[in-house]
């Protein structure tokens, strides 16, 4: 903890010592005071010098502790107990790892514990290669969710080629399954029929989540021990006549392994024939999706076209009537027009008559005058003739 203040200390002071250095080199180009800064530069540059001594002097003596892991790069002395982080190279993986190595992937810590060569168990079962190698796996849930692991994330090569398992062990159920919870830890083992070599690899092909992480690991032919332990079990005395001969022994070897291996092809085409099924079932599955989704988008389309032309015939029948509207108030606008220059003729007959009628009455009058004015004059001169 000390270590972590005097290294936090010391970026900080590294950071104003910087500053203060760059201060006093402007201000000795621009010939301006510069010897109180330059004091305090001097003042931090060894301040800092001390925090960084002290960062190596309060490091812990534990080796689960270093300065690489105090700047970030976590790294132990001890090969066999540094656990490598696949997430951090899922798509390279982690090559060339060695037995005892662990690794953790997924929030599974695995690791290739050892490698030994054994004796078969059935006595009627040999392997084909010459050899059994029995490998030993660890796995560790150190994550909150549970993990399933089994035997076909694994496989055994030799120079790139894979060998298979050896199944003439007195084992009910060969392989493993694992489903383990948080804390959890399980040991298991494969046997791998193999012939003679100089290095085995084991190669990891584990698919947690959809996710694919390979790692492998090198066993050197030096390294494998030679177990005798697992013997034959003993078997009852029969008269020597009853002895299969060797010949006899080989074919029913061969039998044994025929039809285990008849099995295995039988358990593989039912498998190819379920995946098979399955993603026939998926693709109908798919299929009738796709269908559904065309006639939605068929439906869809049909009432949009209906849409379109609904509203198409609206505003056909909406400019239809306001057409009809217009052409109505053009001939009632007509009509009133007509209407008011009849009016208006009637009135100028009307005056027209009027000022005829007027006109008459008055001639009628001047006439009336005239006629009385000339009588009175007729009566003047007959009064006068007398």
């Known amino acids: 903890m000390n ?19 760059v201060t006093t080199i402007v201000k000795i180009a621009n010939k301006s005071k510069f010897v109180g800064v330059l004091i305090s530069t001097v003042t931090l540059f060894f301040v800092g010098l001390i925090c960084f001594v002290s960062i190596f002097l309060t490091l812990p003596k534990s080796s689960s502790y270093s300065v690489d892991q105090l700047f970030g790069e976590q790294q132990t002395k001890d090969k066999k107990t540094e656990t490598k982080k696949l997430e951090d190279t899922p798509e390279k993986g982690l090559k060339g790892l060695e037995l005892g190595d662990k690794i953790r992937v997924n929030g599974l810590e695995i690791t290739v514990v050892k490698a030994e060569f054994v004796q078969p168990e059935d006595q009627y079962y040999y392997p084909e290669n010459g050899k059994v190698l029995k490998v030993y796996y660890k796995f560790k849930n150190v994550d909150k969710k549970q993990i399933l692991v ?20 007195n084992e009910n159920t060969p392989g493993f399954q694992h489903q383990l919870k948080k804390g959890d830890t399980e040991n298991s083992y494969l046997y791998y029929d193999v012939p003679e070599a100089d290095n085995y690899k084991v190669e990891m ?13 090198n066993i050197k032919n030096s390294e494998v021990k030679e177990t005798e332990s697992n013997q034959p079990p003993a078997t009852e005395e029969v008269p020597t006549e009853q002895i299969p001969s060797s010949e006899e022994q080989y074919n029913n070897n061969n039998a044994v392994q025929n039809n285990d ?19 026939a079932q998926e693709e109908e599955k798919q299929a009738e999706a796709d269908k559904k989704r065309e006639e939605e988008l068929k439906q869809k389309e049909e009432e949009k076209k209906a849409q379109e032309e609904a509203d198409k015939k609206a505003e056909e029948q909406q400019r239809k ?18 209407q008011a220059e009849e009016k208006a003729k009637e009135e100028a007959d009307r005056k ?22 000339n009588e009175d004059k007729a009566d003047s001169k007959s009064n006068e003739d007398e």
């Open 3 to 21: 270590s972590l203040i005097f290294t936090f200390v010391w970026i900080l002071i590294s950071i104003a010592f910087v500053t203060m250095l």
């Open 150 to 169: 089994d035997n076909s994330a694994f496989d055994l090569t030799i120079d790139g080629e894979s060998q298979n398992q050896f199944f003439g062990m």
């Open 205 to 217: 092909n584990f698919k947690p989540e959809d996710k694919a992480y390979k790692a492998d690991w």
């Open 261 to 279: 291996q008849q099995k295995k092809l039988e358990e593989q085409e039912k498998k190819r024939q379920e995946e098979a099924d399955k993603k």
């Open 321 to 338: 009537e306001e057409e009809q509207a217009q052409e109505d108030a053009e001939k009632k606008a007509e009509e009133q027009q007509r």
């Open 352 to 373: 027209a008559q009027e000022e005829a009628d007027k006109k008459a009455q008055e001639d009628a009058e001047q006439k009336a005058k005239d006629n009385s004015s």
